[in-house]
């Protein structure tokens, strides 16, 4: 008879035991965001685009009802900035006294006028046939000093997608600034004699991170951040026209990881006992470069950033089951095992990154803060290596696990008690380990 009892004792007990159980937030607020954030309404959340500036301005409101105050002294949540898109417009090559079709150049820079002759000081760089493209370019835009890159002509395939893909226009924060780059396919392996004529079409665009704050009490100076990218790819062109669904909402990516800053914002402002100030931010420009997380890290001291949450696709069961999430760049902090010491006596844990051959750690905006040596890391349930709704129009909530979800969120707001707190203290990330950012993309 009394069995009953001390199971009800026993369940008492284990969440006494373990502080932060209480969750502040509901899966019904949960689903409302990523619901909101996520619908047609917001024409995918494209950087610069009208349907990104109603999902910012959805974000700042949830902001204020949660009770967040703007990020240092500002009028707004909306942190502006301005970002320049550079489109090669003309452009004119003549190597070793012969024409290079336009079809055989591509021209990385962010001036408005290039010209460039063999008795400039340029670097040459030679691409052979041997080499692996990819590689070879990614060395290149380590660079700092204007390249002339000359290509073997059986790289033409691999060539022509990265011309495709960057005559869409390159961002930049400044024009007429930095080092240009000049990839030309061509038999030639030295040079002898160069004359270019380029001009570029420059399109200001206006953007904005959504940043609030809940200062803290003791330690108001010391900062957790809590993040997740809030754009998207944005609408298909119209040459799309017959597909039946023109929009990538971008429910997964990053809806969900937006919903869990959002709801974490509300769970900590209702605890009201945060010593370490919390700064939630939704970037913008992720899905194009992550200029968003780029623009924010240059408005505060890394050094007082304790630590990074960046939160990216939590919408679907992980491989290790639902309501689990994993982390990228497990080994390079201590972050990990702090997280999962404030999850003893829950089934949930976080799991080190199951795809390292993905990259994951360069590919979202914790990145930018690491590379500063913030203990800056990404967090997702994502599959990413079988998603077939990956960057796909079919992105939609219905094919989300919103319960999973929400368990995410709830693991997370337990997890991160103790940087909150002002207890857990994690190691910086050794910047001399982590891939600077490239000079031209």
């Given amino acids: 008879m009394k069995k009953p009892i001390l199971n009800k004792l026993i369940v008492l007990a284990l969440i006494t035991l373990v502080p932060g159980l209480s969750f502040a937030v509901s899966l019904e607020q949960v689903t409302k965001d990523v619901t909101k954030l996520a619908s047609d309404e917001m024409q995918g959340r494209k950087a610069a685009s009208p349907g990104i500036k109603k999902a910012a301005n959805y974000i700042a409101n949830r902001f204020n009802q949660a009770g967040l105050k703007p990020f240092q002294k500002e009028s707004s949540f909306l942190q502006k900035f301005d970002l320049f898109l550079i489109k090669p417009d003309h ?6 006294k012969e024409s290079i079709s336009n079809e055989n150049i591509l021209l990385l820079t962010s001036h408005k006028q ?3 002759t063999d008795k400039d000081q340029i670097k040459t760089v030679q691409i052979n046939a041997s080499q692996n493209f990819r590689e ?21 395939g691999m060539f022509n997608r990265y011309r495709n893909y960057f005559n869409k226009g390159a961002n930049k924060f400044e024009v007429n600034k930095g080092p240009s780059a000049l990839v030309l396919v061509t038999n030639f392996n030295q040079i002898s004699t160069l004359n270019v004529m380029a001009s570029t079409k420059i399109q200001k665009q206006s ?3 959504v940043v609030g704050i809940l200062e803290g009490k003791s330690k108001k100076n010391e900062f957790v951040l809590f993040s997740a990218h809030y754009d998207h790819l944005g ?25 869990a800053v959002i709801n974490l914002a509300q769970h900590y402002a209702k605890l009201n006992n945060n010593e370490r100030s919390l700064i939630f931010v939704a970037f913008t420009a992720e899905e194009i470069g992550g200029y968003g997380s780029k623009y924010f890290s240059k408005q505060l001291d890394p050094k007082t950033v304790v630590g990074m949450i960046n939160i990216e696709m939590i919408g679907k069961p992980s491989k290790f089951g639902r309501g689990h999430l994993w982390m990228t760049g497990y080994d390079r902090s201590n972050l990990a095992e702090l997280l999962n010491k404030n999850l003893d006596g829950t089934e949930f844990k976080v799991h080190q990154d199951p795809y390292p051959a993905q990259n994951l750690f360069y590919r979202s905006d914790n ?5 500063l040596g913030v ?19 079919s992105d939609h909530v219905e094919s989300l696990d919103l319960e999973s979800m929400h368990q995410v969120i709830k693991t997370l707001a337990n997890a991160t008690q103790g940087l909150a707190a ?14 600077p950012a490239g000079t031209f993309f």
């Avoid at 990145?367 to 590379?371: D, G, H, K, S, V």
């Avoid at 002002?422 to 891939?435: C, F, I, L």
């Fill in 235 to 259: 609408m298909k062109s119209s040459s799309d026209s017959e597909e039946q669904d023109p929009i990538y909402n971008g429910a997964d990516d990053n809806a969900s990881g937006t919903s």
């Fill in 422 to 435: 002002g207890k857990d203290n994690p190691t910086r990330v050794d910047v001399s380990q982590v891939k």
């Fill in 91 to 96: 452009i004119s090559v003549s190597l070793n």
């Fill in 375 to 393: 203990p800056a890391h990404s967090f997702s349930s994502s599959q990413i290596d079988i998603d077939k709704h990956y960057h796909q129009a």
């Fill in 114 to 116: 290039l010209s460039w």
């Fill in 367 to 371: 990145a930018t803060l690491a590379r």
């Fill in 207 to 209: 953007l904005a991170n």
């Fill in 136 to 156: 070879a370019m990614s060395e290149v835009n380590q660079l700092k000093e204007n390249v002339v890159v000359l290509v073997d002509p059986k790289h033409q």
